[in-house]
């Protein structure tokens, strides 16, 4: 499979190349040129298949003419240790229960896959870096995050050999359990604490990439959500959660798939999932106060501005990176016009967006009524299909991350004590290490030629 770039000026790049390359020459997003439909066997047989085999086959198709299948089955078995339930909340709301992985959140699922992707290309020989040996040299993957990407990468990434990670994060815009999950791993993850925002995170990432010198010195690749390797994987749990729909009952044509939204990569895969065929109703992206998508739905316009901070701080961004990729997909690369593009996109996904007052109210109701704890993020999504679905559909809803991961907030909101998983207590005992950087790019410059 080829992969072109959403601003079409840089040269088409195979799977690889995507993968360690993250970004495009020209900056722009990375596309596969194909989207493969699936057979109608595989959606007849989908509702009785395990979430692992209805992975490799969505799998199959994306990555199936890069990868060794058999080397493909174990990264996706590998990724997919944990189940994504789709639980019933109320009457025809489901939670899909994105949160049963490692760091409790839906990022597990595209940081392990990329991990084991990225590991399983420089074996091959990481042609990508010109290098001849059969590991090439510590490859140093840079990512920006408000909170759970981080976490989610560094543990996906903890312990493979070659690869080094640098979180970068916002100083004091993390809650401290985030903050624990990857500041206290060591090893071969660094964390580096920016005096700024999520957006000055990206920016810096972002500028490395294109820093010539930096990328002399050291080989640079990404794991943000605009990465290929991290979003596609996402697909995975919605054709399980439309499958375990249908198992229960109900009718593909009235299932609406409504997730909370802030750099659009999940809600990306899903409309990938689509393309391929997955049947669905309709996509409702739920956003907290940054309302750049939900605007741009409503007047045609896309005018990204500055974050602002809420609740739901895995989804303060401003400036959504994937929004170019919504675009390209319904434009067909471009062929479209703008209005016709806005058409189509409007036809098939709505949104919605709330303050942080909408959310706490989301989240008392919901506990109130039905005793689900939500997270800030996930009430996002319940609220969209409280406020959205009509007679006769049926939604699901991504909880994108336990509740336990603002469990400050939770309890405060809700006024419970909510449990702590083990898993995430064992990170609350470790020691935090991290380096305070500002958000001048020439600082994280100067840090990164030093290493
Ligand atoms: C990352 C994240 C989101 C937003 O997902 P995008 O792919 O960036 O749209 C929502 N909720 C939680 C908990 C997250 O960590």
Do not use: W
């Amino acid at each position: 499979m080829k992969y072109y770039s959403t601003n079409g000026k840089a040269p088409m790049a195979n799977l690889e190349k995507a993968v360690v390359k993250g970004l495009a020459e020209d900056r722009g997003l990375y596309m596969p040129e194909e989207i493969k439909k699936l057979p109608k066997a595989f959606f007849d047989d989908m509702p009785k298949m395990r979430f692992q085999d209805i992975a490799f086959n969505v799998a199959s198709a994306f990555f199936g003419d890069d990868v060794d299948l058999d080397a493909l089955q174990d990264l996706v078995y590998d990724t997919l240790q944990f189940e994504c339930p789709v639980v019933k909340v109320k009457d025809n709301i489901y939670s899909l229960e994105l949160f049963h992985g490692p760091t409790l959140a839906f990022k597990d699922v595209g940081a392990r896959f990329m991990a084991r992707l990225l590991q399983y290309f420089l074996r091959q020989g990481g042609s990508v870096y010109g290098c001849d040996t059969a590991i090439c040299s510590t490859v140093n993957v840079l990512v920006a995050t408000s909170g759970d990407t981080g976490s989610a990468v560094a543990n996906g990434f903890l312990g493979v050999e070659g690869i080094h990670v640098y979180v970068l994060y916002p100083k004091g815009k993390v809650s401290p359990i985030q903050e624990c999950q990857f500041t206290t791993l060591g090893k071969n993850i660094t964390a580096i604490e920016v005096d700024g925002v999520f957006d000055d995170c990206q920016a810096l990432v972002k500028s490395a990439f294109m820093d010539k010198e930096l990328n002399q010195h050291m080989k640079l690749t990404s794991a943000n959500s605009i990465n290929v390797a991290r979003f596609l994987p996402q697909a995975f749990y919605y054709f399980n959660a439309v499958a375990q729909l249908i198992a229960q009952g109900h009718k593909p044509e009235d299932i609406v798939i409504c997730v909370p939204s802030g750099n659009f990569g999940n809600i990306c895969s899903a409309l990938f999932g689509h393309q391929m065929g997955m049947p669905v109703k309709r996509f409702i992206a739920s956003n907290n106060a940054n309302d750049v998508f939900y605007n741009y739905l409503q007047t045609g316009k896309y005018e990204p501005k500055a974050s602002v901070q809420t609740l739901a701080n895995a989804m303060d961004v401003g400036d959504p990176s994937n929004f170019a990729r919504i675009i390209n997909l319904y434009s067909e690369n471009g062929k479209l016009s703008p209005e016709e593009t806005h058409q189509r996109i409007t036809s098939l996904i709505s949104g919605c967006t709330y303050n942080d007052e909408q959310i706490k109210e989301a989240m008392r109701q919901c506990y109130k009524e039905t005793g689900y704890i939500l997270d800030p993020h996930g009430a996002c999504g319940y609220q969209a299909l409280v406020d959205g679905l009509q007679p006769g559909e049926v939604g699901v809803f991504c909880e994108t991350a336990h509740p336990a991961k603002f469990k400050e907030k939770v309890d405060d909101i809700l006024g419970i004590d909510v449990e702590i998983p083990e898993r995430l207590a064992a990170f609350m005992k470790g020691e935090k290490q991290s380096v305070p950087m500002t958000k001048d790019f020439e600082d994280f410059k100067k840090f990164l030629l030093k290493r």
